[in-house]
C-alpha cells in the first residue's frame, strides 16, 4: 500500500447485482470503494487487501472476509448480500489484512526503517447497515499514535538514525469501537524509526500508551546522545512532534522539544517533559474538525450541538439526488449555510430503528432524536441566531422545489416515511413535527 501516514480514509460500501456459486441467489455484490480524504500522499495498489466481517442479528455472515482492491474497488467476487428482510447488518474493517484472524492483538514493527505502513493499523466501524444497493459511508481511523521527529544537528558528525526505548509495542485491539491500546502485561522495547529525509525527518508508529520514553540519536562516527522524557502520552490515532537539536560540543547533547500536530490524524496535543514542561499557552478553540471544515459548538439542553449547519459532500453523492445547495441552488452560500439533505443520504445507510444514527455525522457525532430536538427548543441555554435559515427542499411524489428562502428545517432521525425536524423562520417561534424524508433539511450533529 503506497499511503503517507498523514491520511484519513473515508470509504462506502456500494452494490451491484451479481450471483454466486453458494445458494444465496441474485443477490447485490458488496463492495468497497476507498476515497482518500484530507490526505498527502499516495492511493492504495492493485492487491491491498483489507479485512471484512459482516454481522447481522443471527450472527455473523461473514467474518475477516479479505477484499482486493481491482484500482477502483475492494471487492470479492463470491461475496454477495443477505436478504434485506433479515435483518441491519453492523460492518467490520481492517487493514492490512491478517490470515490468522481479526486482529484483537496487534503489534508495531521494531525495525520500522523500511517504513511503517504495515505498523498502521487502520479499523472502522458502520452499524444499522441495510443490505441493499444504498452505499453505506465508513470512515478507516488510525488506532496507532504517530510520532514525527525533526533533527536540528549541530554537531560534526552526521547523523545515522534516531531510536525510541521504552514504549510498548503491543497493543489490544477493539474493531468494534474501534480503538487499541497497550498489553499491560507488555514490556518497554527498542525502536528503530523510518528515515524520511536523511539525518533531518524520521518518523515512528507507536502503541497508544502513556509510557517514559527514551529518545537517542546515533551518528555516524558511532556516538550516541539520548534523553528521556516523563510519562509521555500518546492517544490512538493522534500525532506527535518531536524535535530534537544535537549540540556541538564534545561530547554533543541533545536537547528535545515535543508537542503536537495538527494534521492529517488527530491532533495529539502536547507530550510534557519533565524538564521543559510549560502550562501557559491558549484555551484550545471550542469546536470539532471534520473533513476539512471546522464547526463550533455549544451545550443546549444538555447535549453539544454543532452550531453550524453541515457542510460535508457524502461519498458518491450527487447535487440533485437526496443532496442540494441551500435556497435557490446558490453554491457560494454552503460556507455560512451549509447543504441540505434528504433522509437516505444523511443516514448513510443507517436506520433509525435503533439509536442514535451516525450517519454523515464526524465519528463520536450523531443526527439528533426526538428528545434531543425538544430539549433544543425548550433549552434557556440555545442562542437566538442558532438556526440558520438556508431554505428547504420539498420533494415528494411529483413535486421537487425549493421551499421559501426565509424558512428552514434542521433535521432529525426517521421513524420510516417522515423525519422528526424544527421548522423555524426568520419571523416566528420554532416549531417540533414531523415532514417527508425525502424533504432536504440542514444538519446539525450532536456529540454521541
Given at each position: 500500500?503506497?499511503?503517507?501516514?498523514?491520511?484519513?480514509?473515508?470509504?462506502?460500501?456500494?452494490?451491484?447485482?451479481?450471483?454466486?456459486?453458494?445458494?444465496?441467489?441474485?443477490?447485490?455484490?458488496?463492495?468497497?470503494?476507498?476515497?482518500?480524504?484530507?490526505?498527502?500522499?499516495?492511493?492504495?495498489?492493485?492487491?491491498?487487501?483489507?479485512?471484512?466481517?459482516?454481522?447481522?442479528?443471527s450472527g455473523n455472515y461473514v467474518a475477516n472476509h479479505p477484499m482486493d482492491?481491482?484500482?477502483?474497488?475492494?471487492?470479492?467476487?463470491?461475496?454477495?448480500?443477505?436478504?434485506?428482510?433479515?435483518?441491519?447488518?453492523?460492518?467490520?474493517?481492517?487493514?492490512?489484512?491478517?490470515?490468522?484472524?481479526?486482529?484483537?492483538?496487534?503489534?508495531?514493527?521494531?525495525?520500522?526503517?523500511?517504513?511503517?505502513?504495515?505498523?498502521?493499523?487502520?479499523?472502522?466501524?458502520?452499524?444499522?447497515?441495510?443490505?441493499?444497493?444504498?452505499?453505506?459511508?465508513?470512515?478507516?481511523?488510525?488506532?496507532?499514535?504517530?510520532?514525527?521527529?525533526?533533527?536540528?544537528?549541530?554537531?560534526?558528525?552526521?547523523?545515522?538514525?534516531?531510536?525510541?526505548?521504552?514504549?510498548?509495542?503491543?497493543?489490544?485491539?477493539?474493531?468494534?469501537?474501534?480503538?487499541?491500546?497497550?498489553?499491560?502485561?507488555?514490556?518497554?522495547?527498542?525502536?528503530?524509526?523510518?528515515?524520511?529525509?536523511?539525518?533531518?525527518?524520521?518518523?515512528?508508529?507507536?502503541?497508544?500508551?502513556?509510557?517514559?520514553?527514551?529518545?537517542?540519536?546515533?551518528?555516524?562516527?558511532?556516538?550516541?546522545?539520548?534523553?528521556?522524557?516523563?510519562?509521555?502520552?500518546?492517544?490512538?490515532?493522534?500525532?506527535?512532534?518531536?524535535?530534537?537539536?544535537?549540540?556541538?560540543?564534545?561530547?554533543?547533547?541533545?536537547?528535545?522539544?515535543?508537542?503536537?500536530?495538527?494534521?492529517?490524524?488527530?491532533?495529539?496535543?502536547?507530550?510534557?517533559?519533565?524538564?521543559?514542561?510549560?502550562?501557559?499557552?491558549?484555551?484550545?478553540?471550542?469546536?470539532?474538525?471534520?473533513?476539512?471544515?471546522?464547526?463550533?459548538?455549544?451545550?443546549?439542553?444538555?447535549?453539544?450541538?454543532?452550531?453550524?449547519?453541515?457542510?460535508?459532500?457524502?461519498?458518491?453523492?450527487?447535487?440533485?439526488?437526496?443532496?442540494?445547495?441551500?435556497?435557490?441552488?446558490?453554491?457560494?452560500?454552503?460556507?455560512?449555510?451549509?447543504?441540505?439533505?434528504?433522509?437516505?443520504?444523511?443516514?448513510?445507510?443507517?436506520?433509525?430503528?435503533?439509536?442514535?444514527?451516525?450517519?454523515?455525522?464526524?465519528?463520536?457525532?450523531?443526527?439528533?432524536?426526538?428528545?434531543?430536538?425538544?430539549?433544543?427548543?425548550?433549552?434557556?441555554?440555545?442562542?437566538?441566531?442558532?438556526?440558520?435559515?438556508?431554505?428547504?427542499?420539498?420533494?415528494?411524489?411529483?413535486?421537487?422545489?425549493?421551499?421559501?428562502?426565509?424558512?428552514?428545517?434542521?433535521?432529525?432521525?426517521?421513524?420510516?416515511?417522515?423525519?422528526?425536524?424544527?421548522?423555524?423562520?426568520?419571523?416566528?417561534?420554532?416549531?417540533?413535527?414531523?415532514?417527508?424524508?425525502?424533504?432536504?433539511?440542514?444538519?446539525?450533529?450532536?456529540?454521541?
Amino acid at each position: 500500500m503506497k499511503i503517507f501516514l498523514l491520511s484519513l480514509f473515508s470509504v462506502g460500501v456500494i452494490s451491484a447485482v451479481g450471483c454466486s456459486d453458494d445458494g444465496r441467489g441474485a443477490l447485490p455484490s458488496v463492495r468497497i470503494v476507498p476515497t482518500l480524504s484530507r490526505v498527502t500522499g499516495l492511493y492504495f495498489d492493485k492487491g491491498d487487501r483489507i479485512g471484512l466481517t459482516i454481522t447481522r442479528p443471527s450472527g455473523n455472515y461473514v467474518a475477516n472476509h479479505p477484499m482486493d482492491y481491482d484500482g477502483t474497488v475492494f471487492l470479492a467476487s463470491e461475496l454477495t448480500w443477505y436478504d434485506a428482510s433479515e435483518g441491519t447488518a453492523t460492518l467490520t474493517a481492517y487493514y492490512p489484512y491478517s490470515e490468522s484472524g481479526t486482529p484483537t492483538r496487534f503489534t508495531v514493527a521494531l525495525d520500522q526503517r523500511d517504513g511503517c505502513g504495515p505498523s498502521d493499523l487502520l479499523g472502522a466501524v458502520q452499524r444499522d447497515v441495510v443490505p441493499g444497493s444504498a452505499p453505506v459511508g465508513m470512515t478507516f481511523h488510525h488506532l496507532m499514535s504517530q510520532l514525527s521527529i525533526v533533527v536540528e544537528n549541530h554537531a560534526e558528525s552526521p547523523v545515522a538514525g534516531v531510536t525510541l526505548s521504552g514504549a510498548v509495542a503491543e497493543a489490544d485491539v477493539d474493531l468494534s469501537v474501534p480503538k487499541a491500546e497497550a498489553n499491560p502485561d507488555a514490556t518497554g522495547v527498542e525502536i528503530e524509526t523510518f528515515e524520511v529525509d536523511a539525518g533531518l525527518r524520521y518518523r515512528a508508529v507507536l502503541v497508544p500508551q502513556q509510557t517514559s520514553l527514551t529518545v537517542e540519536v546515533i551518528l555516524e562516527d558511532g556516538t550516541t546522545c539520548s534523553k528521556s522524557i516523563s510519562e509521555a502520552l500518546f492517544g490512538g490515532g493522534k500525532s506527535y512532534d518531536l524535535s530534537i537539536v544535537v549540540s556541538a560540543g564534545e561530547p554533543p547533547a541533545i536537547e528535545v522539544s515535543l508537542s503536537g500536530e495538527i494534521a492529517d490524524w488527530e491532533d495529539g496535543g502536547s507530550l510534557e517533559d519533565s524538564e521543559n514542561s510549560d502550562d501557559g499557552g491558549e484555551e484550545p478553540t471550542q469546536g470539532v474538525d471534520y473533513e476539512g471544515e471546522h464547526y463550533g459548538t455549544a451545550t443546549i439542553g444538555g447535549a453539544e450541538w454543532m452550531t453550524e449547519n453541515l457542510r460535508y459532500k457524502p461519498v458518491g453523492a450527487q447535487i440533485g439526488t437526496g443532496f442540494w445547495y441551500p435556497y435557490d441552488n446558490d453554491a457560494a452560500a454552503v460556507p455560512t449555510k451549509g447543504y441540505l439533505y434528504d433522509w437516505s443520504v444523511a443516514a448513510n445507510g443507517g436506520t433509525a430503528a435503533t439509536t442514535p444514527v451516525r450517519g454523515i455525522c464526524p465519528q463520536g457525532w450523531h443526527i439528533p432524536d426526538e428528545t434531543e430536538l425538544q430539549a433544543l427548543l425548550e433549552s434557556p441555554e440555545r442562542p437566538a441566531d442558532f438556526f440558520c435559515c438556508a431554505g428547504y427542499r420539498i420533494k415528494n411524489g411529483p413535486t421537487d422545489r425549493y421551499g421559501t428562502e426565509n424558512k428552514g428545517m434542521l433535521m432529525g432521525v426517521s421513524d420510516g416515511e417522515m423525519c422528526h425536524a424544527i421548522l423555524f423562520s426568520d419571523s416566528a417561534e420554532p416549531t417540533l413535527g414531523s415532514y417527508p424524508a425525502t424533504y432536504g433539511m440542514s444538519l446539525r450533529c450532536v456529540k454521541d
